[in-house]
T-cell receptor, first 112, second 115 residues
């Protein structure tokens, strides 16, 4: 598989529950990014990693959000105590210097 | 200063026509300017990208024109086809030579190519 893989593709959860998404980047890409996209809007940056180090976090990433990239390979994004406003597409991308960014197909979260 | 402004919000073009989407930026540190195509329910897919030392780049029917002094860049889709109907995003980033930082996206243009 040469692309960025995200799991699950869709998640429906009740308000107040915790959810976790996974992203598997392109294997040789050392940087990994998380974005959130709501309907009709452009993707908004959440956070990114170089290897296992989290280099930048957006103010959009409230205390209920946490992202990890143990061992610098796959990454997880956890949302605790979900709210209806968290409903969005969560996109993962990876990059390597000189090659640009590659996005996954995203995880569509619906909070009911 | 991190914003990328995109216009128009929506565009209708006849099959075979030229689609033109424009973007403007403020941050002169940006050194990588990609365009993405996104279909409903899918992630953005890279179409074409340019660096600021080049004024134009062409790949097939897609051309980026870049004006460094005006801090503007545009996407031209020649011979537009119904299959090009999608949402297009411009974006900008720092780090083309040192390692890419975050991408900043425009607000998107919904293109409809009528048969």
């Amino acid at each position: 598989d040469t692309g960025v893989s995200q799991d699950p593709r869709h998640k429906i959860t009740k308000r107040g529950q915790n959810v976790t998404f996974r992203c598997d980047p392109i294997s040789e890409h050392n940087r990994l990014y998380w974005y959130r996209q709501t309907l009709g809007q452009g993707p908004e940056f959440l956070t990114y990693f170089q290897n296992e180090a989290q280099l930048e976090k957006s103010r959009l990433l409230s205390d209920r959000f946490s992202a990890e990239r143990p061992k610098g390979s796959f990454s997880t994004l956890e949302i605790q105590r979900t709210e209806q406003g968290d409903s969005a597409m969560y996109l993962c991308a990876s990059s390597i210097q000189g090659a640009g960014y590659t996005f996954g197909s995203g995880t569509r979260l619906t909070v009911v | 200063q991190q914003q990328v402004k995109q216009s128009p919000q929506s565009l209708i073009v006849q099959k075979g026509g030229i689609s033109i989407i424009n973007c403007a930026y403020e941050n002169t540190a940006f050194d990588y300017f990609p365009w993405y195509q996104q279909f409903p329910g899918k992630g953005p897919a890279l179409l074409i990208a340019i660096r600021p030392d080049v004024s134009e780049k062409k790949e097939g029917r897609f051309t980026i024109s870049f004006n460094k002094s005006a801090k503007q860049f545009s996407l031209h889709i020649m011979d537009s086809q119904p299959g090009d109907s999608a949402t297009y995003f411009c974006a900008a980033s720092v780090g083309a030579n040192t390692g890419f930082q975050k991408l900043v996206f425009g607000t998107g243009t919904r293109l409809l190519v009528s048969p």
